[in-house]
T-cell receptor, first 116, second 114 residues
Framework: AQKITQTQPGMFVQEKEAVTLDCTYD???????LFWYKQPSSGEMIFLIY??????QNATEGRYSLNFQKARKSANLVISASQLGDSAMYFC?????????????FGTGTSLTVIP | IAGITQAPTSQILAAGRRMTLRCTQD?????MYWYRQDLGLGLRLIHY???????GKGEVPDGYSVSRANTDDFPLTLASAVPSQTSVYFC?????????????FGPGTRLTVT
């Protein structure tokens, strides 16, 4: 089974609108971390936001927020007030606990295009 | 602060040749990782190391080897390159304690095996 699933290969959003990028995960480890990364066309990987499995509150970083629904094993990224510079690939990732190897798993990504 | 450096930036390699991709970090992170990125497949973990002197296999380790002689360097070697190893290779590092342990990525190496 896939550890991280991103079901939206491509998404479009109007500038200044909000957009949600979906991510579901699969783990039996009670201790894990969830991450979102942005990869613009230049190729670098940019860390956006983190959610720990024991965190009670949804993580927020500026215009980024993570909608963490533990029972559903989902960790959707919400980008508010989209900007043209948000056009990029977005990857969801999970890190399992130290005792299970400290491996990271990435999804296949969602390509976001912001339309002026 | 340089973060993570990778070399070379890009390389065209004949099939059957040996190649080492270099990765160096200056953040004194315990953990280091090698990924390959292919269109439609996202990033797939090749090998990782949680501390100097130890390594582990990731999702797609076949055809690759790594070593971790010290904290800063984590080279990836293709012993005999094949065309299916054409990809973009990313090196990353992270801390193991103190949370949230996000990975820091190098700029990548674009490798073409002909």
């Amino acid at each position: 089974a896939q550890k991280i699933t991103q079901t939206q290969p491509g998404m479009f959003v109007q500038e200044k609108e909000a957009v949600t990028l979906d991510c579901t995960y699969d783990t039996s480890d009670p201790s894990y971390g969830l991450f979102w990364y942005k990869q613009p066309s230049s190729g670098e990987m940019i860390f956006l936001i983190y959610q720990g499995s024991y965190d009670q509150q949804n993580a927020t970083e500026g215009r980024y927020s993570l909608n963490f629904q533990k029972a559903r094993k989902s960790a959707n990224l919400v980008i508010s007030a989209s900007q043209l510079g948000d056009s990029a690939m977005y990857f969801c990732a999970m890190r399992e606990g130290i005792n299970t190897g400290n491996q990271f798993y990435f999804g296949t990504g969602t390509s976001l295009t912001v339309i002026p | 602060i340089a973060g993570i450096t990778q070399a070379p930036t890009s390389q065209i390699l004949a099939a059957g040749r040996r190649m080492t991709l270099r990765c160096t970090q200056d953040m004194r992170h315990n953990a280091m990782y090698w990924y390959r990125q292919d269109l439609g497949l996202g990033l797939r973990l090749i090998h990782y190391s949680n501390t100097a002197g130890t390594t582990g296999k990731g999702e797609v380790p076949d055809g690759y080897s790594v070593s971790r002689a010290n904290t800063d360097d984590f080279p990836l070697t293709l012993a005999s390159a094949v065309p299916s190893q054409t990809s973009v290779y990313f090196c990353a590092s992270s801390e193991l304690a103190g949370g949230p342990y996000e990975q820091y990525f190098g700029p990548g190496t674009r490798l073409t095996v002909t």
